[in-house]
């Protein structure tokens, strides 16, 4: 059974978490004691205690959020990556809650559950766009596969025993060679993901740049780069060695065959994020990383709530 209302938000859980399946229940209440629709996965609807209300969905496809205003999403980062797939593909604003660990894509954690509820009725949110990059994969000259990604691709080696021998290259010319792990091609978004663990630079969302950065190089010139978010970032698989792997957002990926090269530029679709809160990035990469800053004697803060 559906009901025909004027306002739908669209609904992503982690099932497999004890803790999504109570906030699921919590948000879904909330939201349509406020005579606002909820639709669902129906391949997640039978993991969930849902009223008979909710809209059910077969396929998850972009047309799936047709007429939603937003995607909420319950989990860890591994979900949120997800429901950036579905939040790039419709253009719907994704607003997520944290049940993970770090979750510097969530906008709230599960202790806000009722305050989320409550600025979604009152559509007290605000929308940013995060940017993406796409991704060209070519061998010989041809193109053999295309992709994307909101925090990185990943170039890599696919075994323990060898490395991976890369060149790489910025905006059509070459910048060094190396053995290494991989390397990362990343948005500032990805900056503090899988980039942050390779050494990269932490760069402010707002800051609009591409960052390239070697995992375990075997050279003395192997430091993180970061470009213009117009350059175009190249990795050449060298044609003499094993085959590497390709890994977009650690959720899609592909095999890199010998003498393969990886484009990476600014994507051509951002993802759009539901804001709640004003609060500076400075202090989200406090709270997030638990930060030292016992003794800081600057300005009071002064909450933008």
Same mark, same amino acid.
């Given at each position: ?7 739908? !938000?669209?609904l ?16 879904v ?16 609807? #039978? ?16 047309? #799936?959020?047709?007429? #939603? ?54 559509? /007290? ?10 991704? !060209? ?6 193109? !053999? ?12 080696k ?16 070459? !910048? ?6 991989g390397v ?12 942050? /663990? ?33 350059s ?15 890994? #977009? ?23 759009r ?5 004003? /609060? ?26």
């Open positions: 059974m559906t009901q025909n209302l004027a306002r739908t !938000v669209f992503l859980a982690h099932t497999g978490r004890p803790a999504a399946i109570r906030s699921a229940e919590l948000v209440k909330g939201l349509l004691r406020h005579d606002i629709g909820v639709r669902v996965l129906e391949e997640e609807a #039978c993991d969930l205690p849902l009223p008979e209300e909710v809209e059910l969905v077969k396929e998850a496809t972009p047309d #799936c959020l047709d007429g #939603c205003e937003l995607l909420i999403v319950l989990g860890g980062d591994g979900t949120l990556l997800r429901g950036a797939e579905f939040a790039r593909a419709s253009g719907v604003p994704m607003l997520g809650v944290n049940l993970g660990r770090v979750g510097f894509l969530a906008e709230a954690e599960r202790d806000d559950l009722d305050r989320v509820v409550d600025r979604v009725v009152a559509r /007290s949110y605000e929308v940013e766009e995060r940017m993406t990059v796409d991704v !060209v994969v070519h061998r010989n000259g041809d193109i !053999v596969h295309t992709d994307w990604a909101l925090n990185e691709a990943a170039v890599q696919a075994g323990a025993e060898k490395l991976l021998e890369v060149v790489l290259e910025i905006d059509g010319r070459p !910048v060094t060679g190396f053995g290494c792990d990362v091609l990343s948005t500032p978004t990805g900056s503090t993901a899988y980039a942050f /663990s390779a050494g990269g630079p932490v760069v402010w969302p707002e800051v609009e740049a591409l960052l390239m950065v070697p995992i375990s190089a075997h050279a003395l010139f192997a430091k993180p780069l970061v470009t213009s978010p117009d175009v970032l190249a990795v050449e698989v060298l044609p003499h060695i094993p085959p590497g792997v390709l890994w #977009c957002d650690g959720r899609r990926t592909v095999e890199l065959p010998p003498g393969a090269r990886v484009e990476v530029r600014r994507g051509a679709v951002p993802v994020l539901a804001r709640l809160h004003h /609060s500076s990035f400075t202090d989200r990469l406090v709270a997030k990383f638990a930060l030292p800053t016992t003794g800081w004697r600057g300005a009071p803060h002064h909450s933008t709530e």
